[in-house]
């Protein structure tokens, strides 16, 4: 009987270009007091996401009360010239809305998330949360108390006390980005009242900020209930001076190791000075990071100390971005008994990135991974929201993210090897240790 033939192997199919991000064409416009408005229609769900940031961060705290930007921002919801903050709360509830304020060194941002038919009294409450706070005696005490106990009971992570002082060495204590946006204990503690109202007064200003609005909206209409909204909101805000950032950090090439007694691990960072937002190296920069620890797993790092090793559940790095510049940082935890070998494996593998070109292969499966996430970037209102707010915030063309897998495909070998020469170099960089030498 006659066998049948091999089937023949047919070659796998090649992949084509990732096809590319669909980026809603935002509109633009500034209202009549300043403020800009970035507004991107979406209807896919009935909820609208508007963010609105400010020049309110903690580059604008006075000297002696690091924190007050952070507390005027914990404050912004705790009562306003109409309502109490639980009078707030209860109709926040009633609409299904949320209203939340977060402040970094450089913006203070008032988020909003509304359902599509309640979009008007949610833009009012907005407006009103962001334009006439009243700093309430007793919320203001009770919000203080709560910062305090905060900050008391963040101290207790040595994951919190690594982050702390990482900063705090690649940037040093007179630049803002050396301390937490959220301040400290002494400048919460004794920052008076009318030290709050007065940084609102002069930093809670529509010209230089901006909003976001993206969701399921008609963008006329959202022009008419913000125009009318904010029309009693007047003033231009102010711009940060900040320090020149420095070269590399004072302890650069060195580790600074803070004991913690019964340590089961040790909390590593790697901290260097970054690249501004703008530049035209980010996106280089941020194809090597990704190599380099861009995933907590199959970056060199985590598939050194992770898979390798098994010292780690995951090891990342990334680079963070500010107005002034910005910084890079590597994390990871160990157990104590290998930090030694963990700060040389991790150094190890910096070094071959300032020093190897990556192969052809390493690089291309970081690009599609690159471009391959970016879709996801824009699928529901508040990433969108994010994204344009990424491109508000830093001057970025408008056309940014369309373009973006472009300027991601054309990054070389030799581009990846420059950027981290500059910035992964151990010898330009300083490593924090919290938990090795416990006991000693």
């Known amino acids: 009987m006659p066998r049948n033939p091999s089937p023949a192997v047919l070659p796998a199919p090649r992949l084509g270009p990732p096809p590319p991000p669909r980026v809603p064409v935002p509109l633009r416009w500034t209202l009549p007091n300043g403020l800009r408005v970035v507004a991107a229609p979406m209807h896919r769900v009935p909820q ?29 919801t705790e009562g306003t010239a109409s309502f109490s903050a639980e009078a707030l709360n209860a109709r926040l509830d009633l609409l299904g809305a949320a209203l939340h304020a977060s402040v970094g060194h450089d913006f203070a941002e008032v988020e909003g998330v509304f359902l599509s038919e309640t979009l008007a009294e949610g833009i009012a ?53 050396g301390l937490p946006a959220f301040g400290t204990e002494e400048g919460i503690a004794g920052v008076p009242v009318e030290t709050l109202r007065r940084f609102h007064a002069e930093h809670y200003l529509p010209g230089g900020s901006f909003l976001i609005a993206a969701g399921d909206f008609d963008a006329d209409e959202l022009r ?10 007047t003033g231009e805000a102010r711009t940060a001076v900040y320090p020149p950032l420095r070269e590399v950090p004072a302890e650069a090439g060195r580790d600074v190791v803070v004991p913690w007694v019964d340590a089961a691990q040790s909390e590593i960072r790697f901290g260097g000075i970054g690249l501004d937002r703008r530049a035209p190296g980010w996106v280089p920069a941020a194809v090597a990071n990704y190599i380099l620890g ?16 098994g010292w780690t559940y995951g090891a990342r790095s990334t680079f963070t971005p500010g107005l002034a510049g910005g910084g890079w940082i590597a994390e990871t935890a160990v157990d104590v008994e290998v930090t030694a070998d963990a700060l040389g494996e991790m150094r190890a593998e910096m070094r071959r990135m300032s020093t190897e070109p990556v192969p052809a292969d390493e690089l291309r499966r970081a690009k599609d991974a690159l471009v391959l996430s970016l879709p996801r970037a824009f699928e529901t209102p508040a990433r969108v ?11 970025l063309p408008a056309d940014y993210w369309e373009t973006h897998p472009a300027r991601v495909e054309a990054v070389t070998a030799e581009d990846v090897l420059r950027v981290s020469r500059v910035h992964f170099d151990p010898a330009r960089l300083v490593a924090v240790v919290v938990g090795a030498g416990a006991g000693e």
């Open 48 to 76: 609208v996401v508007v963010r609105l940031a400010i020049r309110a961060g903690s580059v604008f705290d006075p000297p002696e009360h690091p924190g007050a930007a952070s507390f005027v921002g914990s404050l912004m």
């Open 125 to 177: 409450l907005l407006a009103e949360v962001v334009a006439r706070p009243t700093f309430p005696a007793d919320e203001t005490e009770r919000v203080r108390a709560e910062s305090l106990d905060a900050l008391v009971a963040r101290l207790d992570e040595p994951a919190n006390v690594a982050e702390d002082r990482v900063a705090l060495e690649t940037f040093g204590a007179g630049h803002p980005y």
């Open 224 to 233: 008419g209930l913000l125009a009318d909204a904010f029309a009693g909101w």
């Open 294 to 309: 861009g995933s907590t797993i199959t970056g060199r790092l985590g598939a050194n100390l992770r898979e390798d090793k």
């Open 385 to 395: 929201a994010s994204r344009l707010g990424t491109v508000e915030a830093y001057g």
